[in-house]
Nanobody, 124 residues
Framework: QLQFVESGGGLVQPGGSLRLSCAAS????????IGWFRQTPGKEHEGVSC????????YYADSVKGRFTISRDNAKNTVNLQMNSLKPEDTAVYYC?????????????????WGQGTQVTVSS
């Protein structure tokens, strides 16, 4: 079982920024396609962004395009999600997850290993 630790969540005002980080323990993130998902109470996981293990191709949900940027830091073995121009509707628990597939997907069922999540709250 792959293990991750997400960090960087918190409370931010609308229009603000946060940088989430997904750190791996005992394995190299670069070998996996990594996705960021979010979940609010009573709802399914929503695919937010993804970076593939092949060529580093990326995926963004329409709701975050132009505001969020996913990237790998191979030296630190992390995958980061820079979130700018945050909106109240971005409030959720954010999770990173790994897939052995070599392409991005916005479907939670394509990802087999999940972190514990980090809370992001956007509120004035």
């Amino acid at each position: 079982q792959l293990q991750f630790v997400e960090s960087g969540g918190g409370l931010v005002q609308p229009g603000g920024s946060l940088r989430l980080s997904c750190a791996a323990s005992g394995f190299t993130l670069n070998y996996y396609t990594i996705g960021w998902f979010r979940q609010t109470p009573g709802k399914e996981h929503e695919g937010v962004s993804c970076i593939s293990s092949s060529y580093g191709s990326t995926y963004y949900a329409d709701s975050v395009k132009g505001r969020f940027t996913i990237s790998r830091d191979n030296a630190k073995n992390t995958v980061n999600l820079q979130m700018n121009s945050l909106k109240p509707e971005d409030t959720a628990v954010y999770y990173c997850a790994a897939s052995i597939r070599h392409y991005c997907s916005g479907y939670a069922s394509d990802f087999g290993s999940w972190g514990q999540g980090t809370q992001v709250t956007v509120s004035s």
